[in-house]
């Protein structure tokens, strides 16, 4: 399939494909392996919010910020 394809597709239809991929990935007996260096962060992450020091904003605060 290519991209010219796909973007001729309703935007519902391309989400039924994007999750029927999404679920094939999921079943595969290997599963999806992540890169060291993204458990890291993932790491670094937790042990922030566990200390206190994370800070979060909304998404409506994400969003005025990025001007959409």
Known sequence: MTITE??????????????ALWESLTCEPAGIKSHSWHEDI????????????????SLEELKSKHGK
Not at 9 to 16: G, H, K, W
């Open 42 to 57: 993932l790491s670094d992450r937790k042990e922030k919010i566990e200390r206190g020091d994370a800070g979060f904003i």
């Open 6 to 19: 796909i973007s001729k597709m309703s935007v519902l239809e391309r989400f039924q494909i994007m999750e």
